[in-house]
């Protein structure tokens, strides 16, 4: 394999893996992002570490896991934790730009408040916030030096509140070109920094990092009258889990549910919603279909990694649900993950469990560059090479709230799914039967030995990791022995001895 020195991660937020043609799905609109699959590795089982935005974007930045980085909860909806990373933290940056890279990140940052991509070390302009910053300076000055109008919205979706006022803002027509969208606006600010990166790896070798952090296509769907009408709603079938009816599961589900007003809105409109969303994922396509297109042009794609995943999921009315929460689902847990390294093999499916904060010590493998001891990330260069190296046979997930703090663990292995849901029921899942995860198997009496096993398995992982949620486990599930006392007194140690 030829030394990939240079680094292109592109991104997208709350973006669902069925949206890809790459990933089966025969209607989308998804040609730049299905031929990185051709010619790259495809990862079927790539996970977010947690399916909200700022800890699953703080642990790529670390490749920490969110338990360990502490930065748990969105600035925007934030329930009590800290709201920016520590001075003193890790960062992969950090490691490249010592080693004399060059390093951007256009787009989305929301991995923090008060610190900024740049005091990681990015270039790139300052676009904070949870969705498109149409009021930016950069991009108003972008607006008018190409003639192009305005931001303009009509034709809103949105539901109906439990308190009878209107829901949130779900999706909308804008009226732009396509040359005006912010998604546009993005790809050209990273094709210029691309250009820059280029000449200085051609005249000094030196190589570059660069990052396009798309803001869509999380919610609400903003996108312009081709990418709003593109798909015909009677054309998109609904989830099957859109039978869900809460049986025997968290109620903070169907709050949720309410919340985001799935009931007060016709599965017509549901079916439109998805229709757009798909939309929006085609937007964002093609506008890497430009950035793709700029490597070719600069001479980059035999010198270059190329990488593609998102922050999480996204519901789009499974589960009659919408956006993300604590309801931990394939939807929004199970993501797109694609990358190409120059001279790897072509058209690899892999089937490991991998996770988005394995990105970490990707990048610096790919720069020569020993991982941090103080990082949760495992290297994907072997399975992009197509080695068979040993793997762990499940994924560790975690969640600590939105809205309101809401703990929970989960464990993935081949076949089943367990969840710690600490103040409800707890979850089980048989995804050989049950795929679409609407069956809560916890309670049976039959899957007694499968649940206390994974119940096990999940403790054994948790008191490695140094994940204190384990000491709730401890008194409360059959875990087996432990080495210590669980009340932390310090005066029965020897009561607690294996």
Known sequence: MSQARNILFLMT?????????????????????????????RFDRWY?????????????LTGQAPFRHKLLANHERNVGYIEDLPEDQYAFSADLRAAGYNCGLIGKWHAGTKRSAADFGFDGPDLAGWHNPVEHEDYLAYLTDNDLPAYEISDQIRGTLPNGGPGNLLAARLHQPVEATFEYY??????????????????????????LNFFGPHLPYVVPNEYFDMFDP??????????????GKPQVQQNYSDHWAFDTMPLETSRKLIAIYWG??????????????AMTRLGLVDDTAVFFSCDHGEFTGSHRLHDKGPAMYEDIYRTPGIVR???????????????????????LELAGLDTSPAVDSRSLVPLIEGETPEWQEDIVCEFHGHHFPYPQRMLRNDRYKLIVNPDSVNELYDLERDPDELLNVYALPDMAQTRNEMMERLYALLVER?????????????????????????FDDEAYQK
């Open 341 to 363: 390294i120059p001279g790897a093999p072509e058209g690899q499916v892999r089937r490991e469990f991998v996770s988005l904060l394995d990105c970490t010590a990707t990048f």
């Open 466 to 490: 140094g994940d204190k949620f384990y000491h709730w486990m401890t008194s409360m599930y059959p875990v087996g022995g432990v080495a210590y006392d669980p009340s932390l007194s310090g």
């Open 13 to 41: 937020d709350q973006h669902r893996a069925d949206t890809l043609g790459a990933y089966g799905n025969q209607l989308a609109e998804t040609p730049a992002l299905d031929e990185l699959a051709r010619t790259g590795t």
């Open 186 to 211: 993005l790809a050209t600010r990273t094709i210029e920094m691309l250009e820059r990166y280029a000449a200085d790896y051609r005249n000094d070798g030196q190589p570059f990092y660069l990052a």
């Open 280 to 293: 929006y994922v085609a937007l964002i396509d093609s506008q890497i279909a430009r950035v793709m297109e």
């Open 234 to 247: 009677e054309d998109i079938e609904m989830p099957k889990s859109v039978a869900e009816t809460f049986s």
């Open 48 to 60: 977010t570490p947690s399916a909200i935005c700022t800890p699953a974007r703080a642990s790529l």
